[in-house]
C-alpha cells in the first residue's frame, strides 16, 4: 500500500485540515518541526511506495522542497504539488470558483473592474459580506456577462444586495474592447468570462478561433499534471466542507501589490500611451456606453435601492 506523506506548514495545512480521507495511509510532515529529511531518509529505501504532496502556498519553498526530494532519488510522478492539481480541477471562471461554494451565504457587496480593484479592494475589510469579480484588464462588455451571469444563475446569493462598486479605471475605459486586444487569452487564463466572444472574430492578434483560445487555456491548466496524479489527489483529499474551495482561491495572494507606495516623483514620470490612448474608437465607446448604461440598470431591477459606487483613477490625457 503506498504512503502519502503531505509536507507543508502548519498555516498552510490549516486550509485543508479536514480534508484528508481516514483511509488514505496519510502522514503529516510539518517544515516547521525540521523532520523533513529525516523523514526523506527513513522512507528512501521503500521509496517506490512514496508519494509527496506539498501543500505549500509559497511556490518558491515548493520548488525547492520538489528539488531536494528528486536530488534524493524520488521521481517526478511521486511529487504532486496541492495547489496545481486543485486549481486545475476548480472551475475556470472566477465568478463561478467564488459561486459555487460561496464562503457567504447571502452578499451584500459586489466589486466589479480590473487588476486595482482586484488587488485593492479587500472583501475582508469591507464592513459588508462582500465579493470581488474584478479582473485584470476585464472591460466594461465582460463587467456586464459576469454581473449578468452572477445575478442570474446564483440570485439566492445575492437576496440582501445592496451595494455595487465599479472600478471605473479612467476616462479611457469606454473606449476599450478587450475581445479584440493582445490580452485576450491572459484574461481567460485569470479567470475571466468565457462564454462569451464578443468581438473576437476581429482581432487580429490570434490565429484561432474563440473557443480554441478557451481549449487552449484549459490544456494550460492540465500541462504537466498526469491523469494517475488527478486520481491520487482525489484519493487522498476529500473536501467535505465545499466552502473552504472559495476559502482556497480567495487567499490573499494580491497583497504584495498593496506594498507598493505610489510616491510623487512615480506619478510625475508616469506614461500611458497604448492604441486606445492615441485614437478614439467610436464603435467601441458608443458600445461601451449602452454596457454601463445595462450594469445599472440590471443591478436597480435586481433592487431598485440599491447603492452604486464607481472608483475613477484621476488620471488625464495629454493632446
Known amino acids: ?24 495511509n496519510t502522514v503529516i510532515c510539518y517544515l516547521e518541526d525540521f523532520q523533513l529529511y ?35 532519488g524520488f521521481s517526478d510522478s511521486q511529487i504532486i504539488d496541492f495547489y496545481s492539481v486543485f486549481n486545475a480541477l476548480s472551475p475556470l471562471m472566477v465568478v463561478e470558483k467564488l459561486l459555487e461554494n460561496p464562503i ?11 487588476s486595482h480593484a482586484q488587488a485593492d479592494i479587500v472583501p475582508e475589510a469591507m464592513d459588508v459580506d462582500t465579493v470581488n469579480f474584478a479582473i485584470s484588464s476585464q472591460d466594461l462588455y465582460y ?3 459576469t454581473l449578468e451571469y452572477a445575478l442570474h444563475k446564483y440570485p439566492d446569493r445575492f437576496t440582501g444586495l445592496e451595494y455595487l462598486i465599479i472600478d471605473m479605471y479612467h476616462y479611457n475605459y ?23 466572444e464578443h468581438n473576437f472574430v476581429l482581432n487580429k492578434n490570434f490565429d484561432c478561433n474563440f473557443s480554441q483560445l478557451n481549449d487552449f487555456v484549459l490544456h494550460e491548466r492540465y500541462e504537466g499534471i498526469e491523469r494517475e496524479a488527478i486520481n491520487c489527489w ?61 450594469i445599472l440598470k440590471m443591478a436597480r431591477e435586481f433592487n431598485p435601492k440599491i447603492e452604486i459606487a464607481v472608483c475613477l483613477l484621476p488620471i488625464y490625457c495629454e493632446v
Open 234 to 294: 482525489q484519493s487522498v483529499f476529500s473536501p467535505k466542507n465545499p466552502i473552504i474551495h472559495a476559502q482556497l482561491y480567495n487567499r490573499d495572494r494580491y497583497f504584495h501589490n498593496r506594498n507598493n507606495i505610489i510616491s510623487d516623483e512615480i506619478i510625475d514620470r508616469f506614461y500611458y500611451n497604448p492604441a486606445n490612448v492615441k485614437k478614439r474608437f467610436e464603435d467601441t465607446i458608443k458600445e461601451n456606453v449602452g454596457c454601463f448604461s445595462n
Open 174 to 196: 469606454f473606449n476599450v474592447d478587450l475581445s479584440r486586444g493582445k490580452r485576450t487569452y491572459e484574461y481567460l487564463k485569470w479567470g475571466g468570462y468565457n462564454k462569451d
Open 1 to 24: 500500500m503506498k504512503k502519502n506523506i503531505i509536507i507543508s506548514t502548519r498555516k498552510d495545512f490549516s486550509s485543508v485540515f479536514g480534508w484528508i480521507d481516514a483511509n488514505s
Open 38 to 72: 529525516k523523514l526523506v531518509l527513513e522512507f528512501k529505501q521503500v521509496s517506490e511506495r512514496i508519494v509527496f504532496f506539498l501543500v505549500l502556498e509559497d511556490k518558491h519553498q515548493s520548488s525547492f522542497i520538489r528539488q531536494m526530494l528528486t536530488f534524493e
Open 143 to 145: 463587467n456586464y456577462k
Open 104 to 114: 457567504k451565504k447571502d452578499y451584500k457587496a459586489i466589486v466589479l473592474g480590473i
